[in-house]
């Protein structure tokens, strides 16, 4: 397989702080134009239009930002079951990650606590600040934790070569990931693998089929916030994934707090047959995924993830944008999938309860 597309090493700072940067030229693998951008799984109300640039992402510090209010950032916070203490400004500081829960999880290591080594100077981000430190991640970025290390590595190193980016060329963390990987030596890439990888991956999305879902607020790249009580919206073949309670969540990152995605009605029972049987128009995932899709050697885990991610790496994939070595295996099993049958498979993936895997 031919490399498709680089965005080479224009990963700099100057990316990140939104200088200006070649539009990333979007085409299916087949040559032809794909379906649009699923717009729920990226997060955005509108489609992309050519020469968009990454959204600005604010540099990790502990400054006052705009439209802060300077009591309420720094008013002490805790959260339900930990004997920590953080402030808003702790909370946001992605240089020295905070962590309500140290028992949940190995002694996060200065990668994962305060980002790569050559970074220090500039104050990069730690992974933790993303990904948190379990590994759960959050529907914005992806799911580390509970990943076979080999497999981890070679994330790391495709997106430090451009190999893999996101089609969507506004997605804000995006550049900061492929940032970062660029940034890493080769042992901070395993030492970071191997955290996550000790992680056990345990469920915490609940997945409900619905026709109507309460009102959404759409953090426009980000995600999707609760405002509504009662299911007013049409959810209109969507998946819409949205913090149980966004306060815990969002405001105070409580990495124990738990997710719900609303998804399409039947399309379990769809995405079902897809998964396992193929249904005349992929492959059986469990093949290389694993019998329970918890991931099989240097394979991913796919079961119990955020349909959203999942949903971003599966359009990626068919548009080229994920293109490193792993991908070719994929090739087959995306070729024929139109964005509503892959709607259907991240959706009964998510689903799925894994048993929790001991570490
Ligand atoms: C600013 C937020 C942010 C930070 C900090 C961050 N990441 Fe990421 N990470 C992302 C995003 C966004 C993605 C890709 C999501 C997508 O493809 O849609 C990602 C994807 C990944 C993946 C791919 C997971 C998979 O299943 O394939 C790995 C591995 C990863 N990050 C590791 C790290 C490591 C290691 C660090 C610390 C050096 C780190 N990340 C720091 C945002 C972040
Ligand atoms: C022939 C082997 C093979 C089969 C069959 C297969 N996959 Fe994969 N899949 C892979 C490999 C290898 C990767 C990792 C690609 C990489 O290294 O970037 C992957 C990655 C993925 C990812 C991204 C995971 C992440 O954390 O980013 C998703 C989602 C996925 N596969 C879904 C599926 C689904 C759904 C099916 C069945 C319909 C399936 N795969 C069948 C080999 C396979």
Same mark, same amino acid.
Request: proline share 8%.
């Given at each position: 397989m031919t490399q498709r597309f680089g965005i080479g090493l224009?990963?700099?700072?100057?990316?990140?702080?939104?200088?200006?940067?070649?539009?990333?030229?979007?085409?299916?693998?087949?040559?032809?134009?794909?379906?649009?951008?699923?717009?729920?799984?990226?997060? *955005?109300?509108t489609q992309p239009e050519p020469g968009d640039l990454p959204v600005a992402q604010p540099w990790p510090s502990r400054d006052l930002?705009?439209?802060?209010d300077p009591e309420d950032v720094a008013m002490p916070r805790r959260v339900e079951g930990s004997d920590a203490v953080y402030t808003r400004i702790d909370i946001r500081d992605a240089h020295d990650v905070i962590d309500w829960f140290p028992g949940d999880h190995p002694p996060m290591p200065d990668i994962i606590r305060r980002g790569p080594e050559s970074l220090l100077s500039v104050r990069g981000w730690g992974c933790g600040s993303c990904h948190l430190p379990n590994g759960k991640g959050r529907p914005e970025n992806a799911p580390p934790g509970g990943q076979p290390v080999e497999y981890t590595v070679r994330q790391l190193q495709d997106m430090a070569t451009g190999q893999r980016?996101?089609?969507?060329?506004?997605?804000?963390?995006s550049p900061t990931m492929s940032y970062l990987a660029a940034a890493?030596?080769?042992? =901070?890439?395993?030492?970071?693998? #191997?955290?996550?990888?000790?992680?056990? *991956?345990?469920? *915490?999305?609940?997945?409900? #089929?619905? #026709?109507?879902?309460?009102?959404?607020?759409?953090? =426009?790249g980000n995600m999707y916030i609760t405002v509504g009580e009662e299911p007013? =919206?049409?959810?209109?073949?969507?998946?819409? #994934?949205?913090p149980v309670d966004a306060f815990q969540a969002n405001y105070l990152r409580n990495p124990r707090s738990s997710w719900i995605a609303y998804v399409p009605v039947g399309s379990l029972a769809r995405g079902e047959e897809l998964v396992t049987t193929g249904g005349g128009k992929t492959i059986e995932c469990a093949i290389c995924h694993g019998p329970d899709l918890m991931g099989l050697a240097n394979m991913p885990g796919i079961a119990g993830r955020s349909p959203s991610y999942m949903m971003r790496q599966l359009y990626d994939m068919k548009v080229g944008t994920r293109n490193g070595l792993g991908v070719e295996l994929m090739d087959q099993v995306i070729a024929d999938l139109t964005v509503e049958d892959m709607t259907d498979i991240v959706a009964y993936l998510a689903s799925l309860t894994p048993p929790p895997t001991t570490p």
């Open positions: 224009l990963l700099g700072a100057g990316l990140l702080l939104g200088a200006s940067v070649a539009p990333v030229q979007v085409q299916a693998q087949s040559g032809e134009a794909f379906e649009p951008l699923p717009l729920w799984a990226y997060a *955005w109300s930002r705009e439209g802060d980016f996101s089609a969507d060329p506004r997605k804000p963390n890493m030596s080769e042992a =901070e890439m395993r030492e970071a693998a #191997e955290y996550f990888a000790a992680m056990p *991956w345990t469920p *915490w999305i609940r997945v409900i #089929e619905a #026709e109507l879902i309460p009102e959404m607020h759409l953090e =426009e007013t =919206e049409a959810l209109a073949g969507r998946i819409v #994934e949205t």
